[in-house]
């Protein structure tokens, strides 16, 4: 069962480059590799502080509550599906080498424990601070349901991210902790206007078109701060994804409830939800992003924009109307 890393610990302070050296080896080591990797370059006590997040979203929240006061990277890139992830030596020799590294926990990363656990990096799980969701659909419907881990993906509980990553921030580098503060309240501010924008995109949509069809069940928080009813294909990304009887199960509430248009994620294959398309008469409506931002041209290059992208796209789709009608 996946286990979420403790938070980091208060005060920032850097490992001697020893430490920092052996750290990479034991990385190095579990990865498989013969070779010994050099050391990475040591920071500066009063220069911005390194740290490394697990996926692009969370990389975006510590880079615009952290400011000039960090350098923050992504494990994952642009378009990488977090789930099924499996960390590279240059992974493992990054994280060594970082202050801090942020994760969103509730068993989205089950490889954090490979990643980290070796290395004795200060690792912060923003997802410490969320009242999960359920996942519903899964094996473990007679005991206790696993957590559903993309909490992010409501704007009212992304403001608990935004205050997770500043607190881990000032813990790690108190002398900037002001600052910290003062960036997580204006992005704070934004996501609320966010959720206002969200509710206004649906609020006209009848009752029986409130229902968000997709791929992964990734929409929980969002479905339940609007509203909407979620159904999907599968409940988490998988190897195997759209399997018959997941696919007549959509297909089914399609036909019941009439809804105008179904969706998928970025991150994964469209495939079987086009079949739902095809066999429903629904309209594919598009690609939803999700665990992962695009580069900086493409429509969702940040975290706000990430949401607001997704918002319009489901609000156009289950209004019936083609993307970018007015």
Known sequence: MHRDVPPAPCGRARRPP????????????????AAAAPPGPEVAG?????????????????????GDDVVVSSITGPGANVHGY??????????ADADLVVANGLGLET???????????????????????????TAAETGGLPANPH????????????????????????????????????LADELAEVEA????????????????????????????????REVYLWPVNAERQGTPRQVAHVVDTVRETGVPAVFCEWTVSPTAQRQVARETGARFAGELYVDA?????????T????????????????????????
């Open 18 to 33: 020893a430490c920092a050296a052996l750290a990479i080896g034991a990385a190095w080591a579990l990865a498989g590799c």
């Open 46 to 66: 009063d220069g911005p502080m390194t740290v490394v997040a697990t996926f692009t979203v969370l990389a975006d929240v510590v880079a615009q509550v952290g």
């Open 86 to 95: 499996e960390p590279t030596p240059d992974d493992l020799r990054r994280a």
């Open 111 to 137: 490889w954090l424990h490979d990643l980290v656990d070796p290395l004795g990096v200060p690792v912060a799980v923003v997802g410490e601070r969320v009242d999960p969701l359920p996942i519903r659909g």
């Open 151 to 186: 909490a992010w993906m409501s704007p009212r509980t992304g403001r608990t991210y935004v205050a997770a990553v500043a607190d881990a921030l000032a813990a790690a580098d108190p002398a900037h902790a002001a600052g910290y503060a003062a960036r997580a309240a204006r």
């Open 197 to 228: 924008e969200l509710a206004a995109a649906v609020a006209d949509l009848p009752p029986e078109r409130r229902v968000l069809v997709t791929c992964e069940g990734a929409f929980s928080y969002l479905a339940r701060d609007l509203g909407l």
């Open 293 to 301: 931002l695009t580069g900086p041209d493409g429509p969702a290059p």
């Open 303 to 326: 975290y706000l924009d990430l949401l607001r992208f997704d918002a319009r796209l489901v609000a156009e789709g289950l209004a019936g109307r083609p993307v970018g009608a007015p």
